[in-house]
């Protein structure tokens, strides 16, 4: 059986804050459902009540959508930011930057200002980039037999993974690439190995959903030496 | 094609919503009393029960009719839309299966029952789906991911509603875009966010309230706007009547 976050059952819960399962979600429950905050009886109770009320299954495959909807549009905004620090562009919309040609015309004035702008932005986006305060390290295994617990790792937060190659060929640096469901590369690096380990900073913030890290021997990048599975939330 | 439920953005998000009855008309919470409206469903369920160990085919009918649909989302969301139909199905019959051959002792628990037959299907695909990975991880050159990639119509649709969440983000302050993706990309809960961002519950849920409600008038203008187009072209094709 694989390590499912399910299997609790709530021992913690007791008869008298126990939630009926007639009763619809509120607002606050359904929100808690699509971030999976739920746990023991009362997780168990929402689900079967989803199983059979279509009114409320109705409404949590609508905030779904919309949560997706400000999933992607967040990630992307969090994207062009980024983009437009590290090319030294500010980030500001069209109609500022309109405005600052207007009163300071196109010389070395403006572009020293917003050259400025930029170096502002981007000291500011990555000092203020929420989430990202501390470090996390996570230890990438590999298990033999049975199904293994994924790795889980907190979203928004700089990722440090290691890895144990003790039973692989050597070589002189690895390459570890980490690709989200869809097989798009997240991130990509190659880490040289200390003491029969691997240590990698992962250069980029992931969001919330399932990965896969890939490790491969760069002068063969064609022959696939592991894949872990890692799961961030 | 449709984005939005009609009128659901105007909802505050905060409010719980009014009780909706489940789609079990005998589990009527009118009453005001859990007690009366689990009785009520606990009957309900052991009639079912009775009819589906006799052989009847309409009680087959109402357990699909009224199981089917969270079984196929429970399902979706755990393993993704791959071979969804095959497994809802074959869910279905384990369930049937049981019920005739008397694994369910306690009708009344029928939906907890389906819950749990529902958690097992999941698990069991899963270590397939890791075995499979396993056997084949030597032989194939760059190993698999699962394509959870929906079809193009549902993506196109997703793909606008990001559009749309995007205009309203830009729309609004960089203060109150990073407590949204604090909030939904990085799942922040609530109290971390009015923490660190010295912010009350109310100003916290007014934002959220406000951003929904903004792309949910965005979504019904585009819809409206789309709507007109397409009338004037069946006009202008004559294809109108």
Redesign the interface.
Known sequence: ??G?S?EDDGAGESLMTRR?????????EIEDFL?D?LSGVTR?VI????????????????EE??????????????QEEFTAAVAGKPPV?GKLREWFGKFFGKGPAVWATVGLAGVLATVVLVQ?Q??AKTEVEVALRLERGG??EEPAAA??RTMILTVDIQELPDAPVYRLDV?D???RLMASGEVAPQTGRLRWKVPRVL??GAY?V?LRNPEEP???LR?YGLVV? | MQLFSSGSARQDAEDPAPDARPDDKSANTDSGRPEQASELAAERWIALVDRIRDHNEEAMEELYRVFSRGIRYYLCRHLGPQELEDKVHDTFLIVVQAIRGGGLREPEKLMGFVRTVVRRQVAAFIDTAVQSRRDFTDLEVGGRVPDIRQNPEERVLEGERSDIMAKVMRGISRRDREILTRFYLFEQTQEQICEEMNLTETQFRLLKSRAKARFGELGRRKLARIKVRELMLRKATGSGH
Do not use: N
């Open positions: 059986m694989t499912l399910w009926s399962v007639q009763q619809c979600l509120s607002s606050k971030f905050r168990e689900e079967e009540h989803l199983l059979v009320c279509h009114k409320c299954l109705d409404r949590v495959e609508e959508k919309y949560f997706g909807a400000v999933r992607k549009a967040a990630a992307r905004i969090q919309p203020r929420p989430g199904a293994p979203a928004g690709v469901g869809a097989g969001a919330a896969w890939r064609l022959e696939l894949e939330r």
